[in-house]
C-alpha cells in the first residue's frame, strides 16, 4: 500500500471516528431512577398511578434530550420495584435498586415506608461512599420527615401533613355550619400526625368546634367501614376530617352515604382513586380535597397541562395526574444539569437550590429541610358541567372545582430540622 493511500484511509478513519465519539457521548448509560412502590397490596391503585405520573415525566425529559453530564448527554431510565406497601419488602427492593446500579430512589405512598427507607439510607451512605443514593419523596407526608428525621439524603416534594390540614383549616374556618367534626385516620405515623394537628388547629382556628369523637384504625386492611360509619352517624358530627386514602377513603365514604351522614368531608385523598364514583351524589358540596393542583384550577396552562396528559393516557380510569411528580423530575433533571452528574452529593447539593416553573406552577426546595414549597389548592365536589367543572374525575361524572389557591408564602411552615451534611 503506497503512503498515499494510507494517508487517505487513515483520513477517513479519523473522519468516521468523530461522529461515532460523539454518539457515544450522547448514548451514555442512561441514570436509573428505582421507583420503591406498593405496586401490588391495598394501594396498587395508588402505585400505579404515581408510575404512569413518573413515566409521562421521565419521557418529557428524555425527549427533549435527556441531561447534560460530564460523560455526555444522558437519558433517565425509570425502573420500578414492588414494595408491596410493606417495610421490609421495601428494604429489600433498595438493596436490590443500589445492586442494579440506580442512584436516585422515588417513593411515597406510605409515611411508615419512607421513615424506614431515610434511616437504611442514611447508613449505606455512610458505609459505602462510593454508591450514595439521593431519595426523592413525592407523597409521604409524616411532617418529621423534614423536621426532628430531616436527612441530607432526603427530598420531599410534597407537602407534608401539616401544611395540608393549613390549607383545609382556611376553608373550614369559614364554613359556619360546622359545630362538630369526627377525626377519623390510619393508625401509623402519617395519620397519627394528621389527627393531632387536626385537633391543635382547630382549636387555635375553630376553639368553637367541638371534636364529636376520634378514630384510628388499621391502615388498609378493614374491608367494611360500616360499623365506623354507624359511630359517626351516631356522634351527630357535621363533618368527618381524614387523611385516609386508596380503598380505605373509598370504602369510609360509600359506608358514610349507605348510613345516611350528611356532613362534610375534609380530606386529603378524596379528589381520586376510586372515591367521587363511590360516593355519587352524596358528595357533591360536601366533600373537599387538598392537592398540590387539580385539573380546574382556571388558567389555560393548567387546562393544557392536563391534556397533554390525558393524551398520553386516555382511559379516563388514569386520569389521577399529579403536578408536583412532574416539577419533581424537572428538579431533578435541573440539578443533574447543574452538578454535571448524577453522583449523590453534588446532586443533593444542586437539589437544595433547586427553583422549577412548569405549565404555569412553580416550585422551590428550601434547603434549610428539603421541604419543597409549592402552591397548594382546595376544592369542593360537583358534578361534571357544574360551574367551575369543566373536567370529571375518572370519569366518574364528577369533579372538583377550586374553591381556595394558596401561594407558596402562605402554605409554607416552619421547620425544627437541624440538618447535618456531609463534610
Known amino acids: 500500500m503506497n503512503i498515499q493511500r494510507r494517508r487517505l484511509l487513515k483520513s477517513l478513519a479519523a473522519s468516521l471516528c468523530v461522529p461515532a465519539l460523539a454518539h457515544a457521548q450522547a448514548t451514555a448509560a442512561p441514570i436509573k431512577l428505582a421507583m420503591i412502590e406498593g405496586l401490588s397490596g391495598g394501594n396498587a391503585n395508588g402505585g400505579e398511578a404515581v408510575f404512569r405520573n413518573l413515566v409521562w415525566a421521565v419521557e418529557r425529559v428524555n425527549q427533549r434530550g435527556g441531561v447534560k453530564t460530564r460523560d455526555g448527554t444522558r437519558t433517565l431510565e425509570l425502573v420500578r420495584y414492588d414494595s408491596k406497601g410493606q417495610i421490609e419488602e421495601a428494604l429489600s427492593a433498595l438493596r436490590s435498586a443500589i445492586d442494579d446500579g440506580a442512584r436516585v430512589i422515588l417513593q411515597g405512598n406510605s409515611s411508615a415506608v419512607a421513615a424506614a427507607l ?60 360546622v359545630k362538630s367534626v369526627y377525626l377519623i385516620n390510619p393508625d401509623y405515623s ?6 393531632r394537628e387536626a385537633r391543635r388547629q382547630l382549636a387555635e382556628q375553630r376553639p368553637d368546634v367541638r371534636i364529636a369523637a376520634e378514630e384510628l384504625h388499621p391502615l388498609l386492611r378493614i ?34 352515604r349507605e348510613a345516611g351522614f350528611d356532613g362534610r368531608f375534609y380530606t386529603f ?11 355519587g351524589d352524596a358528595g357533591i358540596g360536601k366533600v373537599l380535597a387538598v392537592a398540590d393542583w387539580l385539573p380546574n384550577v382556571p388558567a389555560p396552562q393548567s387546562e393544557a397541562f392536563y391534556q397533554s396528559f390525558r393524551r398520553r393516557f386516555p382511559n379516563p380510569a388514569d386520569d389521577y395526574v399529579h403536578m408536583r411528580m412532574q416539577l419533581m423530575i424537572e428538579a431533578l433533571a435541573q440539578a443533574i444539569d447543574k452538578a454535571g452528574t448524577a453522583d449523590a452529593l453534588p446532586l443533593a447539593n444542586a437539589l437544595e437550590q433547586a427553583s422549577v416553573s412548569f405549565s404555569g406552577w412553580t416550585g422551590r426546595m428550601r434547603a434549610a429541610d428539603h ?9 369542593v365536589m360537583d358534578r361534571l358541567g357544574a360551574p367551575g367543572v369543566k373536567f370529571d ?30 463534610s
Open 393 to 422: 374525575v375518572e370519569g366518574s361524572g364528577y369533579g372538583f372545582r377550586v374553591l381556595r389557591q394558596i401561594p407558596p408564602p402562605k402554605a409554607e411552615m416552619p421547620t425544627s430540622c437541624k440538618m447535618v451534611r456531609p
Open 118 to 177: 431515610i434511616e437504611a439510607i442514611n447508613k449505606h451512605n455512610e458505609r459505602e461512599p462510593q454508591r450514595r443514593v439521593v431519595f426523592l419523596n413525592y407523597s409521604a407526608v409524616d411532617p418529621t420527615l423534614t423536621n426532628e428525621k430531616c436527612s441530607f439524603w432526603h427530598f420531599r416534594f410534597d407537602a407534608h401533613a401539616d401544611m395540608r390540614m393549613a390549607a383545609l383549616m382556611s376553608v373550614l374556618r369559614e364554613d359556619k355550619a
Open 190 to 195: 402519617f395519620g397519627q400526625a394528621v389527627q
Open 269 to 279: 385523598y378524596g379528589n381520586a382513586l376510586g372515591a367521587p364514583a363511590a360516593i
Open 371 to 379: 421541604q419543597f414549597q409549592q402552591p397548594l389548592v382546595v376544592g
Open 223 to 256: 374491608k367494611d367501614f360500616a360499623p365506623y360509619a354507624a359511630k359517626i352517624k351516631a356522634s351527630g358530627a357535621d363533618a368527618v376530617i381524614t387523611g385516609n386514602f386508596s380503598n380505605d377513603l373509598t370504602l369510609l365514604v360509600k359506608a358514610a
